[in-house]
């Protein structure tokens, strides 16, 4: 008989209780995303508006209404794929093993047509980044249903408990990175934060051609205050023209942005 | 439908759109109305102009010989699938089989071009499409048979919750479209409305342009920037490189520098 709680749980159970839950977090987070809709205060998402319309658009169908379809028919197949592996976990969690597998099955089956759907559409619309992308999440769903019901009949394989000196031995050694990289963190934090938003000093590298090199946490603050300060400490000239230093150019990962300000002497 | 019937029929769904479509990709070149598809003439010019093969014979051979491959990958999947119909479960077995060596035997090629043209990324894409693929043999091979869960008592329809779950699986569907219904009509006007600007350095001028903005709005906004400020000449347009954007929430940022007249 399979328990439900943790303490006793197989390593079997907690597997499949594991797929249940990753797959009902999935589509749940994929419905908020579209109801949501658009960038807001702890949640930026992706804008799926855009992105279809553009789709479609590349493909000579600008009326929104097309992109609005598609995106109802994508959200009502999440919608039901996330409700159909909730019921399936609840009445895993209730151990109605049977009617939970019977529930993940149609979840499975509409991730399968789901993912099959976007790849037909990464087809058409030439993008194969997105195509491999929904290739993997759809063999994911193939692969997490076989586990699922293969680990069916490896109830047995019950959790050994591991012996006490070790247990305190690794929670002690983990205790101790935790503690050392937690104040290595603040540490940075508290001596580096102000690069995300103070402004640069340019360096004078030939006539009227300076160069400002980018911190990996500035963004587009500093680049504004860098050049509030440039144009403040050189009144007497004003931008030509910028040269981003492009990435085959940089030193392999050592390199954060590296840009050129090229200058004229003001008329 | 059967559990294993359901995953076979998405298996050969998957894998027979896949090359259908990569063949249909191969026969519509370029750009049309309903079709975006992918380049792959201009990739293949390009992959072989780089071994010092310029003449576009060679090109234009070898993307023939790929898409005859991929021709012959997609009857092998087509013809499962008809067995597959037909409830011709050894037939079926038989073709799939086929289709997918020979899908692991194309994808093996592509990745021996990937290495001689030294593209990494397409070598990990290919990579992973072979893994896929013989995850995928494996699977129905050793997976789906012989696991098929034994008559339920009652069909899920009869299953505590069912009805619960289609009625909030149709709330949540209005719910979604309603979202997307507004979401599509308060942003849509941004596909061509000019983006206004934002003074941040004397003369210096940012625009953040939003996901759904492509050329069409970069010229309205120029435009209308020329006509909003007619006492200065634009100097110089910088494209802000994606490390100035905060990740994920700013599509473009640019700049525009100006002086007097």
């Given amino acids: 008989m399979r328990k439900t709680d943790f303490l006793n749980a197989s390593t079997a159970h907690l597997i499949r209780f594991g797929i249940l839950i990753y797959w009902s977090i999935f589509w749940l987070f994929n419905v908020v995303d579209k109801v949501i809709g658009g960038a807001h205060f702890l949640w930026v998402g992706r804008d799926r508006f855009a992105q279809f319309q553009k789709y479609f658009a590349s493909a000579g169908l600008e009326a929104p209404i097309i992109a609005d379809a598609s995106l109802v028919v994508a959200a009502a197949l999440e919608v039901f794929a996330f409700l159909f592996f909730a019921g399936a976990l609840a009445h895993f969690w209730r151990k109605n093993a049977g009617v939970a ?77 935790a503690v050392a990289t937690t104040v290595s963190i603040f540490q940075y934090n508290t001596d580096f934060f102000y690069r995300r938003t103070a402004a640069l000093s340019a360096e004078r590298v030939d006539a009227d051609l300076y160069k400002v090199t980018f911190p990996f946490l500035g963004g587009s603050t500093v680049f504004e205050e860098t050049l509030v300060k440039f144009l403040e400490e050189h009144p007497t000239k004003t931008v030509d023209h910028i040269y981003t230093v492009p990435k085959p150019l940089r030193l392999k990962k050592a390199d954060a942005l590296i840009f050129y300000i090229a200058t004229k002497e003001k008329p | 439908m059967k559990e294993s019937r359901m995953i076979q029929a998405s298996i050969l769904l998957f894998w027979t759109a896949f090359w259908g479509l990569s063949v249909v990709d191969k026969v519509v070149p370029d750009v049309h109305f309903l079709w975006v598809g992918k380049d792959f003439f201009a990739l293949f010019v390009k992959f072989f102009g780089s071994l010092g093969l310029k003449d576009p014979l060679f090109a234009t051979a070898a993307l023939a010989g790929v898409s005859a491959l ?13 067995n597959f119909l037909r409830k011709d479960d050894v037939l079926m077995e038989k073709w799939l089989f086929r289709g997918l060596f020979a899908s692991m035997s194309l994808f093996a090629l592509f990745s021996i071009g990937d290495q001689v043209f030294g593209d990494r990324f397409q070598l990990l894409e290919h990579g992973l499409f072979w893994f896929v693929l013989l995850a995928t043999w494996l ?55 000019p983006v206004e600007g934002a003074e941040v350095a004397d003369g210096v001028f940012k625009f953040d342009f939003p996901f759904l903005a492509d050329k069409r709005v970069w010229e309205a906004t120029v435009a209308d920037f020329r006509a909003t400020h007619p006492g200065l000449v634009i100097n110089y347009i910088y494209t802000g490189p994606s490390e100035l954007n905060s990740k994920k929430k700013t599509h473009l940022l640019l700049y525009i520098f100006t002086e007097p007249i």
């Fill in chain 1, 101 to 177: 597998r019977s529930w993940m099955a149609i979840g499975t089956g509409l991730t399968l047509l789901t993912f099959t759907i976007f790849s037909i559409g990464d087809h058409i619309f030439g993008d194969r980044f997105e195509l491999l992308e929904h290739t993997l999440f759809w063999f994911s769903s193939i692969g997490s249903w076989v586990v699922f019901v293969h680990l069916e009949r490896q109830g047995e394989d019950r959790i050994t408990s591991i012996p006490r000196h070790q247990m305190v031995r690794t929670g002690l050694v983990s205790i101790g990175i």
């Fill in chain 2, 70 to 82: 991929e021709a012959l990958n997609f009857s092998l999947y087509a013809a499962a699938c008809v």
């Fill in chain 2, 139 to 193: 699977i129905c091979k050793y997976g789906i048979s012989g696991e098929e869960q034994a008559k339920p008592a009652s069909p899920i329809q009869k299953t505590g919750g069912f009805k619960v779950v289609m009625i909030l699986g149709a709330l949540g569907t209005v719910a979604a479209s309603t979202s997307i219904w507004q979401f599509s009509h308060a942003t849509f006007a941004d596909v061509e409305a």
